[in-house]
């Protein structure tokens, strides 16, 4: 599957950056062999409206199934390949997915807490994928190139964690297999406040019956918002499902991935800056059904 796809504008945009910059002539007078260091992206050059429409095509790119998905290139240090010949293959695949990842808070923040755990960001608005793709690329590389005594060094060095420009309320089965994923998180995601906007929500009965399909039984689903008729409205959908069952809040107390959850992400860092409210709602899914 090609890793570039084009917007309405007809602008490319760059696929996932590999942990350190090819070596490679570069601007500025750099001999071969030497590696262009990465700048930290600053958000101000990769604004753009807040929201993106969900039901026109954005001419995405995404595979038939996710057997043809090429992780390779999100999570390079995972996978090898004996022969150029051959298909990259790892014994790991994505378990966690960030869905609507916006500037990649929530990654950054478990990368180094989990780096055995394959992580994905999903996000579609151009600009916001390309920062975080930047991002990545960024860490990594300065990660790579501290020294082997740095108190600096994160574990994994961000090599576990990725994202994609993807619409997930169309092709999430096509990037993830059934039960491939143990835990998702949807957070903060656009309210959609007039009823007729609330097709677009991101929690509807069809799409949580495509969410049980790629989440395993005994995995979690995350959610915040800062938004309460949000809240109540994704806790009654997921309620309503037969293979979704809430697990009480005190359950997860110390749990330190909800703490990121609700805290990593720069719109929960904004409601705390405001001294809004946050509200919580996690579901487990339950076994199959016997046939």
């Known amino acids: 599957m090609s890793k570039r796809s084009r917007d309405e504008s007809g602008e490319m ?8 910059a090819s070596p490679s002539p570069a601007p500025g007078g750099l001999s071969n062999g030497e590696v262009a260091l990465l700048k930290v992206p600053q958000k101000r050059f990769y604004r753009q409206r ?34 150029a010949d051959e298909t990259p293959t790892s014994l790991k695949q994505v378990e ?5 990842c916006g500037f990649g808070g929530l990654l950054m923040a478990l990368a180094p807490m989990f780096p055995e755990t394959l992580m994905l960001g999903m996000e579609i608005r151009m600009s916001v994928t390309k920062y975080v793709t930047d991002r990545i690329a960024a860490t990594r590389q ?46 903060f995601p656009d309210p959609h406040f007039k009823n007729r906007k609330h097709k677009a929500r991101i929690i509807t009965t069809g799409l949580i019956a495509e969410y049980a399909y ?38 997860l107390a110390d749990d330190p991935i909800l703490e990121a959850a609700r805290t990593a992400t720069e719109e929960g860092k904004k409601v705390e800056r405001n001294k809004g409210d946050k509200w919580v709602a996690c579901f487990r899914r339950k076994e199959d059904p016997e046939d």
């Open 13 to 20: 945009e760059a696929g996932p950056s590999s942990a350190v």
């Open 214 to 251: 790629v989440l395993r039984p005994g995995g979690i689903l995350y959610t915040v918002t800062d938004v309460k008729d949000l809240h109540e409205w994704m806790a009654h959908h997921l309620r309503a499902h037969p293979l979704f069952t809430p697990i009480p809040n005190e359950e």
């Open 50 to 83: 807040a929201h993106a429409n969900v039901f026109i095509d954005h001419e995405l790119d995404y595979p038939k199934r996710p057997e043809e998905m090429d992780w390779a290139t999100h999570y390079p240090q995972f996978f090898t390949s004996p022969s």
């Open 96 to 100: 966690w997915a960030d869905v609507g």
């Open 142 to 187: 300065a990660q790579s190139l501290l020294p082997t005594d740095s108190s600096e060094h994160q574990p994994g060095g961000y090599q576990n964690v990725s994202v994609i420009r993807a619409n997930s309320m169309k092709h999430m089965p096509n990037f993830f297999a059934k039960g491939q994923l143990s835990k998702m998180f949807f957070l």
